[in-house]
Structure formats: structure tokens, C-alpha cells
């Protein structure tokens, strides 16, 4: 590896970067981030950056507006020690689901986001499944979006389950869902759900497909609250489904979720650590899977100038 650090932007952002820099077999970057008393945020880079290929590692842990402002910070102290190349790792982009103008007077955090983190004076983003794959479109500088879908069908493909049908939680999911069916050779089922106004509610009300005294799998690029995830279940349960697993890339997990998965019907919950999750979260339920070798080989080939075409491929 030549002149590359990679620094991580917070305490909540130290395993994945500790992971990234054990499969490059680099030592983390050297960094001091603190609060003054008036809660102004400093950062000071603790080595040498100027003339490198420098990565830094932000996650998603709340408070959300407080991680942006330490990564907006750091990218700033790195942009003035002179490195080469500012490469920003969001393993979950904040705001990816204000994604767009859906209703009137409202913002699209997402560009915001895009623009600030482009002003501040990153080179390139290197994110994982974002809510709207034209959020990369946003930038005017490289946007890299790696996918977890490869880690999740290889693992449930570990597992040997019998009779497997894929489900699509809505119509809008099902174009996914008829991809992870491609791989694994097994039919799909689609949940007809309703919304009721405005307060993100789903309402599922039947199944289009076969699901009785199958081993139904539920895949989705993040489950927050898991109220979608939950009104799945019930139904395929319901509808006699033998077993219920469910994979997601991002386990933002907020709000009433661990309750509603730890008092569900769902044999397991498999998320990557795109997201840490948080002692209090832990459940039997719940398998995290690293995503962590994917990012760094992606920084490997940035690195050694090599195309991404093969870590970008979902299979």
C-alpha cells in the first residue's frame, strides 16, 4: 500500500476502521477529536498526511447531526495538512432516505448532504446500498456504492434451507426480490400492503404467491423501526410459512425495533455492521455479518489504481 491512512472521524467509527485497517494490515491513522466546554467540536490530525491517499471512516451512530459535523470538521483539518486525496467512507449515507421532493415544501437532505461533503473538500464517497441508488448522481465527484447483497446470499446459501421462497414486502421491492430468487433457484411470493396516510404505516393485508410450510426470507436495504418488516411477518406467519428469516444490509434498528423483532415470529435477523449495533441491541435474533473486507478491498484498488468493477458486481 503506498502513502494511504485512514482515520476514523469518531469513537462510534473505531471497529470498522480497526477492521479495515487489519485486512489492509495498516495501522489506524492517529487522531484527537474533543469538545471544548462552549460544545465546539476540535480536530486535530496527529501525523503526517501531506501527499497521501487518506480515508476517513464516519458512522451513523446517533447523534446523526453531530457525526456529520465532526466528519465535515475532520475532512477539513485533513484538506489543510496537505493531503493528496480525501476519500470519505460512509458505510450508511446520512439522510438517504430524503431522497426527494415526494411532498410539497419539503427539503432533499440527501443533495445537501451531497453538496457539503463536497464543499468541505471530499475526493470521492465510498457508501454502501443507499436507500436510492440516484443519490450517486447527486455528486459532482465520485461516488462509489458497494452492495451487501453478495455477503447476505452466501451466508443464507451456508445455511442449506429447504423450500425456500423469497418475499417482497411490497410491489416496490420486488424487482430485488426476483433477483435474490434468481440465485438461489426458488420462487417468489409479494405482500400486497397498503400505507394509511402519512405516518409511514403498513398495512399488509394478503399474499400473492405460495408461502405455506415454506422457509419464507425477507430482504431489504435497511430496517429502521421495523414496522414494514413486522406486518410482513405476521402475514407470512399467518399464511403458514414455516419458518421466517429476514436480511438486511443497514440495521438502523431505531426506535421500537429490537422490542418488535425480540416478541416476533422471525427465526433471524442477518445485517452487516454497515451500522455498529449497539450492546443494549444484541438479541439471539440477530447475526451481523462484516461487510468491512468488502470496503477494504475497494480501498486496495483505489490504492493500486485497479478497476472496482469486481467488488462493485452483485452476482
Do not use: W
Amino acid at each position: 500500500m503506498n502513502k494511504i491512512k485512514i482515520f476514523s472521524c469518531s469513537e462510534a467509527a473505531n471497529d470498522f476502521t480497526k477492521e479495515l485497517c487489519d485486512c489492509l494490515k495498516i495501522p489506524m491513522g492517529q487522531i484527537n477529536s474533543m469538545k471544548f466546554k462552549n460544545d465546539n467540536n476540535f480536530v486535530q490530525i496527529l501525523e503526517t498526511v501531506r501527499d497521501h491517499d487518506v480515508y476517513v471512516v464516519q458512522s451513523n451512530v446517533p447523534p446523526i447531526n453531530e457525526r456529520i459535523m465532526e466528519l465535515l470538521i475532520t475532512i477539513d483539518a485533513i484538506k489543510r495538512a496537505s493531503a493528496k486525496r480525501i476519500n470519505v467512507i460512509l458505510p450508511y449515507f446520512m439522510y438517504s432516505r430524503s431522497d426527494k421532493k415526494d411532498q410539497p415544501r419539503v427539503p432533499i437532505t440527501a443533495k445537501l448532504m451531497a453538496e457539503i461533503l463536497e464543499a468541505a473538500g471530499a475526493n470521492r464517497i465510498i457508501t454502501c446500498d443507499l436507500h436510492n441508488p440516484a443519490i450517486q448522481a447527486y455528486f459532482n465527484i465520485n461516488c462509489d456504492m458497494l452492495s451487501g447483497q453478495n455477503i447476505l446470499q452466501k451466508y443464507f446459501k451456508s445455511k442449506n434451507l429447504k423450500d425456500m421462497v423469497i418475499v417482497a414486502t411490497d410491489a416496490g421491492s420486488s424487482k430485488k426480490a426476483y433477483k435474490y430468487s434468481e440465485y438461489f433457484g426458488c420462487p417468489i411470493a409479494l405482500i400486497d400492503k397498503r400505507r394509511a396516510g402519512n405516518d409511514d404505516r403498513a398495512i399488509a393485508t394478503t399474499v400473492i404467491g405460495e408461502v405455506k410450510d415454506k422457509t419464507a426470507i425477507i430482504f431489504d436495504d435497511e430496517i429502521d423501526t421495523a414496522g414494514s418488516v413486522m406486518e410482513t411477518v405476521q402475514i407470512l406467519e399467518k399464511f403458514g410459512a414455516k419458518e421466517i428469516y429476514c436480511g438486511c444490509t443497514h440495521g438502523v434498528l431505531s426506535g421500537p425495533a429490537i422490542e418488535r423483532v425480540k416478541n416476533s415470529a422471525l427465526k433471524e435477523l442477518v445485517i452487516t455492521n454497515t451500522i455498529p449495533l449497539l450492546e443494549e441491541k444484541k438479541l439471539p435474533q440477530i447475526k451481523v455479518l462484516s461487510i468491512a473486507p468488502l470496503f477494504a478491498e475497494t480501498i486496495r484498488r483505489l490504492n493500486e489504481e485497479r478497476p472496482l468493477g469486481e467488488v462493485l458486481r452483485v452476482e
